[in-house]
Every structure is written in C-alpha cells, then in structure tokens.
Nanobody
Framework: QVQLVESGGGLVQAGGSLELSCAAS????????MGWFRQAPGKSREFVAR????????FYTDSVKGRFTISRDNGKSTVYLQMNSLKPEDTAVYYC???????????????WGQGTQVTVSP
C-alpha cells in the first residue's frame, strides 16, 4: 500500500515556475514507477510525465517537453515535477500516481494522490 500526498500548487503568472512535490508513505516507494497527470475543468485526465523506479528513465507528453522536469529522491520517498515557462493552458489539478511498471496510461497506476491545483494567469 502506498499513500501519496501532493503539494506545491498555487497561482502563478504565465512564464513563471512552480515545483510540485509528491510525498509517499511505505517502504516500497523505490520499487514503483511514478507519474504525474493533470485534469483541467471539463477535460479528461491526461498524462504529463513519468519516471522509472531508479530515476534513470523519464518520458513526457509533447506539450511539456523542454519545460517540465520529473525527478525523484528515493531516500525521501518523494517525486517532483519542476514546471518552468508555465502557460495558461497548464492550468489544472495535478495528480501524482504510482505504478508497478512505467506507463502513460492512467489505468496502469495503482495509487493516486488527492491532487494539487495549479493556476496560470495570462
């Protein structure tokens, strides 16, 4: 069982930066691939980024490549999402999730956080 708690969301102007954190409970954190997803109002949840258990492999959706960076610290049981050059279309609730194997598909994730709101003003 893994419990996930996101933090770091907020309101930022376009072009600004935020770093999201996702703290995990449970000693099995280092065995899980981790992902970030987001859901904007009226839209379905979409994949943002994922990272493998060791942090040596990452993958991003095209719209955030070059702007967002996913990383993890297994010693702290935490995964991060550094978001730079934010755009109004990045506004959404951001969720972290844990999976046994890395995937872009939400259905492949076993555990989810409660989400943190990110709002980017024009």
């Amino acid at each position: 069982q893994v419990q996930l708690v996101e933090s770091g969301g907020g309101l930022v102007q376009a072009g600004g930066s935020l770093e999201l954190s996702c703290a995990a409970s449970g000693r099995a954190f280092s065995t899980y691939a981790m992902g970030w997803f987001r859901q904007a109002p009226g839209k379905s949840r979409e994949f943002v980024a994922r990272i493998n258990w060791s942090g040596t492999s990452t993958f991003y959706t095209d719209s955030v490549k070059g702007r967002f960076t996913i990383s993890r610290d297994n010693g702290k049981s935490t995964v991060y999402l550094q978001m730079n050059s934010l755009k109004p279309e990045d506004t959404a609730v951001y969720y972290c999730a844990a999976a046994r194997t890395g995937t872009m598909h939400a259905g492949g994730y076993d555990y989810w956080g409660q989400g943190t709101q990110v709002t980017v003003s024009p």
